[in-house]
């Protein structure tokens, strides 16, 4: 796991804000060493988007994506597309951060890792 970060829906543009009613990104960039991706089955990213100023989670979204087992190194981003962030969830001026658990499965063998977004302030 390299980067998780909000992104402006549809886009690569990291969104420092995120307006209610609207839908947004989240966008894990991965990696998986030749020699792990050489068995590499299948990998899985759990997303969790938390309204830190009430301390409620908002979101979650889960990828669970076969993969074809190839011996060079996989670079991948990987996009959680949230719909809309509802108006009861997030008033203007909230904080708001993604945090993510992500494995690889290759046979018998499984790599996990986690990432924490920076922070995105809700709007209105």
């Known amino acids: ?19 209610t009613g609207g839908p947004y990104d989240v966008i894990a960039d991965i990696e998986i060493g030749a020699e792990l991706n050489g068995f590499a089955n299948a990998h899985r990213l759990i997303v969790t988007v938390t309204n830190l100023t009430t301390n409620q989670v908002i979101g979650t979204q889960t990828l669970a994506i076969p993969l074809t087992p190839t011996h060079d ?13 509802a108006a009861n969830t997030a008033n203007d001026g909230d904080l ?24 995105a302030i809700a709007t209105t």
């Open 73 to 85: 190194v996989r670079r991948e981003q990987l996009r959680a597309d949230f719909p809309s962030l």
């Open 96 to 119: 708001l951060v993604a945090r993510c658990s992500y494995k690889v499965t290759a046979g018998v063998h499984t790599d996990i890792a986690h990432a924490t977004s920076d922070l």
């Open 1 to 19: 796991m390299k980067q998780l970060c909000f992104a402006d829906d549809g886009t690569l543009f990291t969104a420092d804000t995120i307006t």
